[in-house]
């Protein structure tokens, strides 16, 4: 919650906290980054209401907020995403910065590339495809074995609703 958004995001996807500041981000195969959504996009966006731009990207990302975990890098540092290219524009920005995940996973100087501009752009997005820069850090990390991860999206059922859940280096044998 902040003074945007008083009671907070309710999205689907997963809860990030990103130089702390408490995202939601969605699986992404087509890009090997993770693309998060800079409060600028919102700021410019003059089609919608402040909340409702910043509520449909599952919360947007300030980086002129103070934060020691956070530092500008250049766009050429990302990892190559030519998929990500196609149907989107290219990233307006990009840094280094501590993400952790619900599991208590924190991760510290991790690539995000930063969506300035694209108004068809819904949610921050987890890059998960085939050269995934977060799969590549779970492994180097000692997090994971293996480059993978598994996804049960969850069900909306009236009479038997179930939480969605990630994953990463294996699959949930229960399901």
Do not use: K
Not at 101 to 107: A, D, L, M, Q, V
Not at 154 to 161: A, D, I, L
């Amino acid at each position: 919650p902040n003074i945007d958004l008083q009671y907070g995001v309710d999205s689907w996807g997963l809860q990030l906290s990103v130089s702390s500041q408490y995202l939601c981000s969605v699986p992404s195969l087509v890009g090997n980054n993770t693309v998060i959504t800079e409060t600028e996009l919102c700021t410019q966006d003059h089609s919608s209401f402040l909340a409702p731009c910043i509520s449909r990207r599952g919360g947007t990302f300030n980086d002129e907020q103070p934060s020691s975990s956070y530092s500008n890098t250049s766009v050429q540092s990302l990892a190559p995403d030519p998929v990500w290219n196609l149907f989107y524009p290219p990233f307006g920005g990009a840094g280094n910065t501590t993400v952790q995940f619900p599991s208590g996973i924190t991760i510290p100087y991790f690539p995000i590339a930063l969506a300035l501009e694209g108004q068809n752009l819904n949610a921050n997005q987890l890059g998960l495809a085939n050269d995934s820069v977060l799969l590549r850090s779970f492994v180097s990390a000692g997090l994971s074995s293996t480059m993978s991860f598994s996804l049960f999206a969850g069900s909306q059922s009236t009479t038997h609703p179930r939480d969605g859940h990630m994953v990463f280096g294996g699959y949930d044998a229960a399901l």
